[in-house]
């Protein structure tokens, strides 16, 4: 395997991006809390297999995670449920907008794929039935994947999904009408918005997705799902990741990863490296602009995605 030297490759891809104009890029509206985060902050933290880390800019500072904490609620639901996941969400891009409740009517409740809203509630809704601290379980998993027993719901952001979840509840609504949702529907998307209010910094969400990359096993040594459980993941952040930008992001980039709309991606070469990068201007669809930007330059600079 080529060595590469990813300090200078990332100082090179901090120097760009603090030179480029995001101006079309717009922090999301909807979420109030995460408004106030300063338009020029950015951060990139790689992991390589080897338990090098290196990063840029803000790597320290917390961010809201939003639907990155998809990715590890689906890891909880698995080892839960095993493949009788799949029974309830699908595994298929959605094509629709990522809080849509016309493609869940027809086809009549059951999520196109987890990390559409309506597939993450789905989720939820499957901890929620076999953890016993449903609103705190993905946050509690998270720590223990960064080495972090700290890391909490940020309760200003959670407060703000919770008064500006009228969508999300009409989802776990319509979902219920179906009968495809087993708990009641406040305890649910309390436990949805929980787990999307977690506050994490660029650092620890690289050490958190360290797994994806190296088949399976964490920053700790221990095994968090099996190898190919791990491939399963990669495959829908692949094909399922980045909201409607999917498409584009596989073909410039060729990675997979999970975007959230508080400006972080998460990403991971199997074999070689997670990476995480933030900035929270988001493009038209609602990933971050300057994480993309900075993800092209990273895999041009090493010359390789997982295609």
């Known amino acids: 395997m080529m060595t590469h030297n990813y300090a200078a490759i990332l100082q090179d891809i901090s120097d760009a991006i603090h030179q480029t104009d995001f101006a079309d890029a717009r922090k999301v509206d909807y979420i109030p809390a995460l408004a106030s985060v300063p338009d020029d902050h950015f951060a990139m933290v790689l992991r390589t297999a080897g338990g090098n880390e290196l990063a840029i800019g803000e790597a320290d500072l917390p961010f809201s995670i939003q639907s990155i904490s998809k990715v590890f609620a689906l890891v909880l639901a698995q080892r839960a449920h095993g493949d009788d996941l799949w029974k309830a969400v699908r595994r298929e891009p959605s094509g629709s907008a990522f809080n849509s409740l016309i493609q869940l009517e027809q086809e009549h409740g059951i999520p196109r794929n987890p990390f559409i809203n309506a597939g993450a509630i789905r989720v939820a809704d499957l901890i929620a039935s076999r953890y016993a601290n449903p609103d705190r379980s993905v946050a509690e998993f998270l720590g223990q994947l960064c080495g972090n027993p700290g890391i909490r719901v940020d309760n200003d952001v959670y407060l ?129 602009a300057a994480g993309i930007r900075a993800l092209e330059m990273l895999i041009r600079a090493i010359g390789r995605s997982v295609f």
């Open 160 to 288: 703000s999904e919770d008064q500006h979840g009228d969508r999300n509840r009409a989802i776990a609504y319509l979902m219920k009408s179906f009968g495809k949702l087993d708990n009641p529907v406040e305890d649910v998307v309390r436990a949805y918005f929980k787990q999307c209010s977690v506050a994490m910094t660029a650092r620890e969400m690289a050490r958190a997705a360290f797994f994806l990359a190296n088949k399976g096993v964490g920053i700790d040594g221990r095994t968090v799902i099996a190898p190919g459980e791990t491939s399963r993941i990669n495959a829908l952040m692949l094909t399922c990741g980045m909201y409607d930008g999917v498409g584009d992001f596989a073909f410039t980039v060729g990675i997979p990863a999970k975007s959230g709309v508080g400006g972080g991606i998460i990403g991971v070469i199997p074999g070689e490296f997670s990476v995480c990068v933030w900035s929270p201007r988001l493009d038209a669809r609602g990933n971050s």
